[in-house]
């Protein structure tokens, strides 16, 4: 039952873009085309996940045993940096194109802060179930962190859908671009509220 709790509660009302706030800068910068939101989601995906797991181990098993806890930010930055860097490399090789269109958004996800967030929240936050609150286990941190980057992911793909949508669309002239992306955002961030009662 936890693992449905934390899933629910990391995709839908505490989602990372719409509830938090976190990685706003390439939520706003890649979302203009799908196909750059879908390769973009996929990245941020795969980097918060495997980002969370490592740096949850580093931190159980070196950090915390040595009382080097104040290691934390640096130690998950330079983790996070070599992460993307890896999946910089792995682009590159195996799809050119999305490589190209993604370009200096790429770089962007190593000062993501939605995935320095989720690797700090796992490690530092007690999350509460029923009546007893714990932090999580690698198994509840993955989950976790896998279940934040679909929500990142989801909201990335809906609001590039809508942003399609918005560009062929006779907006007024004052709303056109960022004004109505804002907007949209408020939009979909005040629809996902409507989740909260779930959990």
Known sequence: ???????????????????????????????????????????????????????????RYLLVPFGLEF????????VIASLVQMVEIVLKKISPSLYQALGIFLPLITTNCAVLGVAITVVTKEFTFGDSSHMLSLGEATVYALATSVGYAIAMILFAGLRE????????????????????VGI????????????
Do not use: E
């Not at 990685?23 to 969370?52: D, E």
């Not at 918005?166 to 671009?177: E, I, M, Q, R, W």
């Open 1 to 59: 039952m936890d693992y449905i709790i934390i899933i629910v509660s990391a995709i839908f009302v505490n989602n990372i873009l719409l509830a938090q706030f976190l990685g706003i800068c390439p939520f706003l910068g890649v979302s203009g085309k799908l196909s750059t939101a879908t390769g973009m989601s996929g990245a941020v995906t795969f980097v918060i996940t495997l980002a969370t797991v490592v740096t949850y181990l580093i931190n």
């Open 71 to 78: 290691l934390q930010t640096i130690s998950f930055i330079l």
């Open 165 to 184: 949508h918005l560009a062929g669309n006779d907006v007024p002239k004052a709303f056109k671009g960022l004004p109505i992306a804002i907007i949209t």
């Open 188 to 199: 979909m961030a005040l629809a996902f509220l409507g989740f909260s009662g779930m959990v």
